[in-house]
């Protein structure tokens, strides 16, 4: 079975201060990591993926496969980032997303 | 173009009714995901539908749950003999592509069960 989870329910941070939310997922496989984000009053949207190995807004997740861990990290929070996150995964042959249960950060001025 | 539509986005339904949740999806894709998203969850898997056909509809929670895409674009989820636990959101998605890619998300119906 394939789950995900997020230990943190909430996350505070002030603007310009690092931000990390960690992300643990078991998975007998190969997996796929996501991590979408929604904003408030917005739809939820991808925000990266690990194969990319992109910078997107300023954050970056490795996939660490020895802690099966793939947590999203950002060096200087913004007030902008203040939103909901949720890590997901997929199988690389499979489709659909297990997600976990969310982590809200709030980033104050 | 637009993006993932969902009507309503509010429903208010008594125990017992029958409800139909609509979904149009970004035109030309051909994957298509129905979520479920309790209060305080994340989202999780219901079914999902390449082009027309449903290839995996192991995520839903009961018989009293029916998903179409009869003509493989717009699909409804169909909840008979609703339940309170049945309250939720309910999230549509569609991939341009088989496979794993980004899935784009509609904004959610909202079903409360009285």
């Known amino acids: 079975a394939q789950r995900v989870t997020q230990p943190e329910k909430l996350l505070s941070v002030f603007k310009g201060a690092p931000v990390e939310l960690k992300c643990n997922y078991s998975?007998?496989?190969?997996?796929?990591l996501f991590w979408y984000v929604q904003y408030s009053r917005q739809r939820l949207q991808l925000l990266l993926r690990?194969?990319s190995r992109e910078s997107i807004k300023g954050f970056t997740a490795d996939l660490n496969k020895g802690e099966t861990s793939f947590h999203l990290k950002k060096p200087f929070a913004q007030e902008e980032d203040s939103a909901m996150y949720y890590c997901?995964?997929?199988?690389?042959?499979?489709?659909?997303?297990?997600f976990g249960a969310g982590t809200t950060v709030t980033v104050r001025a | 173009g637009a993006g993932v539509s969902q009507s309503p986005r509010y429903k208010v339904a008594k125990r017992g009714q029958d409800v139909a949740l609509r979904c149009d999806p970004i035109?030309?894709?051909?994957?298509l995901f129905w979520y479920q998203q309790a209060l305080g969850q994340g989202p999780e898997f219901l079914t999902y539908?390449?082009?027309?056909?449903?290839?995996?509809k192991s995520g839903l929670p009961s018989d009293r749950f029916f998903a179409e895409r009869p003509e493989g674009s717009v699909s409804t989820l169909k909840i008979q003999r609703t339940q309170q636990e049945d309250s939720a959101v309910y999230l549509c998605?569609?991939?341009?592509?088989?496979?794993?890619?980004?899935?784009?998300f509609g904004p959610g119906t909202r079903l409360t069960v009285l």
């Open positions: 998605a569609s991939s341009s592509r088989t496979g794993v890619n980004e899935q784009f």
């Open positions: 998975y007998s496989g190969s997996p796929e």
């Open positions: 690990h194969i």
């Open positions: 997901a995964l997929s199988g690389i042959s499979d489709y659909k997303l297990s």
């Open positions: 035109s030309g894709h051909v994957s």
């Open positions: 539908f390449q082009n027309e056909a449903q290839l995996d």
